[in-house]
């Protein structure tokens, strides 16, 4: 399985920006897709999943900003982040994950400045 990351980008304190990440290969390997993110110097860090089903979590950094969705038919997952704050800086990276096989993207860079 293979993971394309696209729409990172700059963006003002207070902005929006919307993620995409594209699943392409076995239907049977992709199973929770998600989005981590890591800050210059920090740990990377899951921001939100979310299961075949449509359960999702989050982050409690990002609760009530950021909104996680997928669309199984094309096997994307859109990560929609509202209300960005400069904390928020960082390279975000789409994964995949299930039982037995963990596949990531490329990262994409996310920089909220004024």
């Known amino acids: 399985v293979q993971l394309q990351a696209s729409g990172g980008g700059l963006v003002q304190p207070g902005g929006s920006l919307t993620l995409s990440c594209t699943a392409s290969?076995?239907?049977?390997?992709?199973?929770?897709l998600g989005w981590y993110r890591q800050g210059a110097g920090k740990a990377r860090n899951l921001v939100a999943g979310i299961s075949r089903g449509g359960n999702s979590n989050y982050a409690d950094s990002v609760k009530g900003r950021f909104t996680i969705s997928r669309d199984n038919a094309k096997n994307t997952v859109y990560l929609k982040m509202n209300n960005l704050k400069p904390e928020d800086t960082a390279v975000y990276y789409c994964?995949?994950?299930?039982?037995?096989?963990?596949?990531w993207g490329q990262g994409t860079q996310v920089t909220v400045s004024s």
């Open positions: 994964r995949n994950w299930g039982t037995g096989f963990e596949h």
């Open positions: 290969g076995s239907a049977s390997s992709i199973g929770v």
